[in-house]
């Protein structure tokens, strides 16, 4: 009887673009969620098609046009950028609430401006109980987590550049066959792409940094690294002061997050791959004349960086606990 009780109150929910590296750990991290259930997933090529999932679950893929959306209570869209926005549509119209993990929504991309942006520990009320919330990029949540507390206190120097530079793991591009992307291109190789502060990510990051007030550009370069996921951002920053102890400002701004961790050395990928965390280090830079503060922080791309987050908000447009189904 306590199991029937169990299943009957499942929330019903579903993935749409599944047969990516975001929208497989979607899958995953439903299969073994408390209290949702796997209502579809579509993947339009892969359709017909079976993911296994933890617990000797498994789901056949079925095409988006076969996705049966008035049986969730959310969706989560994996759909490539540029693509999601009508089945983001069509599931709100069929009475389904989104997380959209694409670009299509978020700041700087054309979006209303009414939809929340849903960084989970800087806009947890807008995304309580919203309809549509934008997941942010990966690298964006690297480096906006590791900023929050510098554009929350008004710390920046102004008028300053903001110097980030993040390595990501190659599931950070997708699973579609790209030559850049094969074994033998990535293996034992190390390089930057979207140079010239020209990444896909930028606009997103600088309407935010705009949203809060911050008089500062920001220089962005990203680099691949041969693994698969993870992704280590290094920013530096001038600031108007730094105390005794440089990391005391991100203890007390994130004071009770369960999902962000401060760190005493310098993270590693090892620290946060398979995890729904921010790992956070901030040490002050020495032989500069401007106060400069260095802040390495490390997630896992396809967690914190997209599903883990999703999942969060996910959660918290439902009513359910923040941290239920999460990896810690």
Known sequence: ?????????????GVMGASGYAGRELCRLIAGHPSLSLAFATAHEQRG????????????????????????ALVLSALPHGASRPSVEAANAAGARVVD?????????????????????VHRDAVRGAKLVANPGCYPTSILL??????????LAPGTTIHASAASGVSGAGNSPKRELLFGEVSGNFRA???????????????????????????????LLPVTRGILATVTVPVTEI???PAALWREHYAGERFIEIAGTPPALSDVTHRNVARIFVQRVAHVRTPTLLILCAIDNLVKGAAGQALQNANLMLGLDEGAGLPV
Not at 107 to 121: K, S
Not at 193 to 216: C, I, K, W
């Open 1 to 13: 009887m306590q199991y029937y009780a169990l299943f009957v109150h499942m929330i019903e929910v």
């Open 243 to 245: 105390g005794d102890d």
């Open 146 to 155: 590791a900023l929050w507390p510098l554009l929350a206190s008004g710390r």
């Open 49 to 72: 098609e079976s993911l296994a999932l933890p617990g000797g679950k498994s789901v056949t893929f079925c095409a988006a046009d076969d996705a049966p959306l008035s049986r969730a």
């Open 193 to 223: 792409y979207g140079v010239g502060n020209s990444h896909r990510h930028l606009p997103e990051m600088r309407a935010t940094l705009q949203h809060f007030g911050a008089d500062a550009d920001l220089l962005f370069t990203p680099h």
């Open 101 to 121: 993990l694409s670009s299509d929504f978020r700041p700087g991309h054309g979006a209303d401006g009414g939809v929340p942006y849903g960084l989970t520990e």
